[in-house]
Structures are given as C-alpha cells and as structure tokens.
C-alpha cells in the first residue's frame, strides 16, 4: 500500500527490544554459553548456578542481555539470522578454529573415533567455543556409534545395519568435518547427546 512505511527486517547488529519475548531456543542458545564459559573456569560453581537459573527462566531478551554482557561485554551482539532472534556473542571463527571443529569430525574417519573429539574438545575447546561446540557434537555421535555397534549385533536385523551404519558414520563425519570448515553448525542425525 502506497504511504504506509514497510518495517525493515532486523539484521545483524540490531539489539532487540527489551520487553520483546524469548524462544526456548534463545534461552537454550546462552545456556551454551554460560555452561562454556563455566567449563574455561572464568566463574565458579555458585555463579555457574545463578547465571544458569537466569537464563532458564528468562522471558524477555531484557533478561538475557544482561548474562551476555556479563559473559562478553559490549561484544555480545544479538544475531537475527532467522525469524527467532539468536545471540551470537562469538566473533566469527579464525581458520586454525574452522580446521580444529573439522579435525573432530574428521579423526573419526582415520581411526581416532572417540580420543580425537575428546582431545579436542579438552584443548582447543578451553579457548574457542567453535571447537567446543564441533569436538562436543563428533564426539556424542561418535558415542552413540559405539553403543549402537555394541547393541544391534544381538538381533538379526541389527547385524544387517551394522555395516550401513559404520558406512553412514563416516560419511556424516565427513560432511561434518566439511561443515566446520565453511563456518556452518552441524548437528549429526539420530544422536544421543550426553555430552554437554
């Protein structure tokens, strides 16, 4: 309609209004990043506790904001990628962060299916959140493989899949490591994850 302003998208960048409600996703998204932040040491168990029951009964992004500053400073910019507004207070990964979230994946596929994710996810994950969030994901796939392969050999169906599984392992390692190194974030179907 002619003379009625069209409202602009929000883009990266724009802070959200204070009062504007939060998707579980939003709430879970700075869970990440308090239980990260917990696991680099930089608060203890008491403020651990307290950031994480915010952020859980969070309903405004008036709530979160202020866990993120608190975590980042002035860097934790909301990221409105997608209708529901996500933060990303991460700055975009440097290329040794792309080739160690690729590594977690890919170790799987040269024999190292369960020591390569947790090495990483032990060392590159203290400093660098992308890492983390790769080595964390390979390395429950890489569980659930593992019981999986432990599992399925006691029915007859099972011994059937247990080939097309291994198969689908590597290559889904594969497109994650693939994933990692093009910045995407890559969620492995059919996991288990018990590892945060």
């Known amino acids: 309609m002619a003379g009625v ?5 929000w883009g990266q960048g724009h802070v959200p209004p204070a009062h504007l409600r939060v998707t579980h996703q939003d709430r879970e998204h700075v869970v990440e990043h308090v239980k990260a ?3 680099e040491g930089r608060f203890d168990k008491l403020e651990f506790d307290d950031r994480l029951e915010r952020a859980m009964t969070a309903r405004t992004h008036g709530d979160l904001m202020p866990i993120m500053t608190e975590l980042y400073g002035s860097n934790a910019v909301p990221h409105f990628a997608s209708p529901s507004p996500a933060f990303r207070a991460e700055p975009a990964p440097e290329s040794n962060e792309r080739l160690g979230g690729a590594l977690a994946h890919g170790l799987a596929v040269v ?3 369960l020591l390569g994710p947790l090495l990483l996810m032990l060392t590159g994950g203290k400093t660098s959140p992308y890492i983390r969030r790769h080595a964390v ?3 429950n796939f890489q569980l659930t493989l593992l019981g999986a392969s432990i599992l399925l050999p006691f029915t007859v169906v099972g011994i059937v899949l247990l080939p097309v599984i291994w198969v689908a392992g590597i290559v889904l390692s594969i497109v994650g490591g693939v994933s990692a190194l093009s910045e995407g974030a890559f969620r492995y ?3 288990v994850r018990l590892v945060k």
Not at 5 to 9: A, D, L, N, R, S
């Open 5 to 9: 302003p069209v409202p602009e998208p």
């Open 37 to 39: 932040a917990y696991a």
């Open 111 to 113: 024999g190292f299916p």
């Open 137 to 139: 994901e390979a390395l």
């Open 189 to 191: 179907p059919l996991t």
